[in-house]
């Protein structure tokens, strides 16, 4: 079992940045592929960003096209946390944003949320214009 906690949202103006946290427990999940969606009020959940393990020290990284260019996934093994950099933050950034991890470590994009297996509760995230 694996427990998902974000932080780092807050109120922010357009142009702004913000750093989200995703901090993993129960077990390591180095050898888990992760994910950040969102959902906006009246919007189904959606993709924003995944992260993929290569190999020890390296992954691979997918994006929405909506953030590609704006928003960085990363990982730190070490502290079992995963990011989400947010640059240029737009109104239509708002939502409530969620991470999720896959225990296959496969990210399979056709999947979409439905690919994985553990969530976090969610952290709001609200761009004023």
């Known amino acids: 079992q694996v427990q998902l906690v974000e932080s780092g949202g807050g109120l922010v103006q357009a142009g702004d940045s913000l750093r989200l946290s995703c901090a993993a427990s129960g077990r390591t999940f180095s050898s888990y592929a992760m994910g950040w969606f969102r959902q906006a009020p009246g919007k189904e959940r959606e993709f924003v960003a995944a992260?993929?393990?290569?190999?020890?020290?390296?992954?691979?990284?997918y994006y929405a096209d909506s953030v590609k260019g704006r928003f960085t996934i990363s990982s730190d093994n070490a502290k079992n946390t995963v990011y989400l950099q947010m640059n240029r933050l737009k109104p239509e950034d708002t939502a409530v944003y969620y991470c999720a991890a896959d225990r296959s470590g496969t990210y399979n994009p056709s999947k979409g949320s439905t690919g994985f297996d553990y969530w976090g509760q969610g952290t709001q995230v609200t761009v004023s214009s």
């Open positions: 992260l993929r393990w290569s190999s020890k020290n390296i992954y691979y990284t």
